[in-house]
């Protein structure tokens, strides 16, 4: 879990229907409104990432004041704003914006909902697609794709759906489809691009949500299945300092508390139970009061939506368990 995001005890049994109708996923808090925006170049200008990049040696001083040139790396660098992005590899190969996110204009029907930059030079672009039905919920499909300049992130997209009652994203839970596309900056992009076409093309494909819910629910858990579960997630260990225990012990209180909903009774005593338990408490963590509330909001979004690695172990564990 990030360790920046911590979980307090006002999550309970008794939260209300105004209580979850005030929740809202990772994004909204973020970026820049662009729905009025109808293709990715209009996007990019609006929510002002769509500047070109460039990469320049970097020069350190050497003997009798000469600048000499660093060996294999290079500095990617904004002109029109005269900002300095990262340190790369001279191997990196720049891929604009327009050319990483291009294959969200060829999804029909895609409306484009944030964009921006997080704090630590990750751009993104959020597209809002269908709406369907999962075991009578409603969900609305999502496509976010991120692009860098700094040699930090790959290029990737993938697709969430949005569980609307209670805004959880379910990012990552498909098993057996591909909904997570990455492709590293290289000259290869163009010939690996075409995984994002394919994303694309299944962008209004809801049978991999449909075919992972209709498992996990009928995958039996017992209540001391779900402890385990959650001490899983949330191990103790042995001396640790009592702040961080309570704060283990306040993330358990939260994640039973989120399996404990009413928009979940039809579903306790399943693994389906448990995932959406999972995705309510990552999707809707409590942040500190801090001055980092940006940053906190940026870590929140590409933990929960680009960090999935965690559900999938949880999903693994309840199966296992699974009577």
Known sequence: MNNNITILNTLNANTTNTNRANRQPTWAVIGQDVSSCANVDSVLSTAGIGYGVEKRPIYVPGRNGI??????????????????????????????????????????????????????????????????????????????????????????????????????????????????????????????????????????????????????????????DVESVIKYLFPLSEGIKERQRDNIMAKRHAFRAAYDMDDNANFRGTVWGLVNAYTDYTTHATMRNSKDMGKQSDRQFMSVTFDTNMLMYMVNMANALAH
Not at 118 to 124: A, C, K, L, R
Not at 169 to 189: C, D, P, T, Y
């Open 67 to 224: 600048m000499n040139p660093v060996a294999g790396q290079m500095a990617t660098y904004e002109p029109d704003t005269d900002t300095t992005l990262g340190i790369v590899s001279e191997k990196y190969e720049i891929v604009p914006s327009s050319r990483a996110f291009a294959f969200m204009d060829n999804i029909e029907g895609i409306k484009f909902v944030t964009a921006g930059r997080t704090y630590n030079g990750m751009d993104y672009i959020i597209g809002e697609l269908t709406e369907f039905e999962v075991l009578g919920d409603k969900f609305t499909l999502f496509v976010i794709a991120q692009n860098s300049y700094n040699g930090r992130f790959d290029i990737k997209a993938t697709i969430c759906p949005l569980r609307i009652v209670c805004q959880n994203q379910f990012s990552g839970a498909f098993r057996k489809s591909e909904n997570v596309v990455s492709i590293r900056h290289s000259s290869l992009f163009d010939i690996r691009a075409t995984a994002l076409d394919t994303l694309a093309a299944e962008a209004n494909s809801v049978n991999a949500l449909n075919d992972f819910a209709n498992s996990c629910v009928n995958a039996k858990v017992s209540a001391s």
